[in-house]
């Protein structure tokens, strides 16, 4: 499905009511962390499947997937479908959800290794603290839904799972955290700045990431979840967000519904969301496309970014990967 030209924000509100797109954006983020409270946690890792992205679904994909699609089966608003796990669901609506079920599945799956597992008391407190909506796991994994009119993003919703922070959008409107609007934070340059980083894979991307390893006046994260760090440059925690890999060898990137939610915040912000060259992102709702993604606060800041992975030598990656071949 290819994306079109931008609608207008008068546009979308006069065919869907943007608090009612934020609620059932809500609704839907929180059936899924009910799900989840609810869950066998050691169950969660198990591979169940193939998804429509070709990658190995988990149980807590699974079953994260089933709670959002049982959701929007009975929303009073219809809107087709694109999910990690089964794919694109047409449906005759002009509006799209895009959803990743869980952003870092990894994360998700990090399970704790409880010491003496024949103490019945053990047992019995970790089933307490799922009974009190606490979920295991490293603590940076989402789920994420972005709602896209004829192709362009119009609203969005990531939900931190662990923590039940909840970032919406909705366009024309301010980024909202747990209901309260927030910002970007403004930055215009490197010096200073609050990068959250996509481990590099080459010599090349490593050094294109130089300015801000080496030396103390940038502040670098790497927590493994997309749509967390586009909302938290949308409301001014992080000021931006770089995959520094401009050419994959394992043909790596970010997917559609990894940045499907984030991209309406960065777009509400003021900020930027492209390729890493600086380009536009795909036009085209796909989840075969990869694309490395680089978010900015202010387009300064992201056109700071964008010349700092240009300085790379990327024919070297090219000839390593022919010399692999």
Known sequence: MSISKKPSPSALADRTNSRQLVQLMVE???????TLVRAEF???????GMGADGEHTKGVDSLAEAAALDYLDSAAIRMNILSEEVGYIERGSSLTAVIDPIDSTINATALPIFNH???DDLTERAAGLEVNQHLYGYPYFAFSIGIFEDGWPIAGCVRNLPTAEVFTVVAGESVELDGVPVTGSKRRELAGSRIGLVRPETRAALHALEPILVGTSTRVRIAGCSALDLALVASGILDGVVNPNRISPRGYGEKIVDY????????AC??????NDGSPLPDRLDLSD???????????LHAELVAMIDRADWD????DIDRAV
């Open 290 to 300: 990869r694309t490395p993604i680089l978010a900015a606060a202010t387009p300064a």
């Open 260 to 267: 499907a939610g984030g991209w309406p915040m960065v777009l």
């Open 117 to 119: 597992p024949d103490r």
């Open 270 to 275: 003021g900020g930027i969301l492209s390729h």
């Open 42 to 48: 050691r169950q969660l890792a198990d591979i169940v």
């Open 28 to 34: 839907c983020s929180e059936r899924v962390h009910e």
């Open 316 to 319: 070297e990656v090219h000839r």
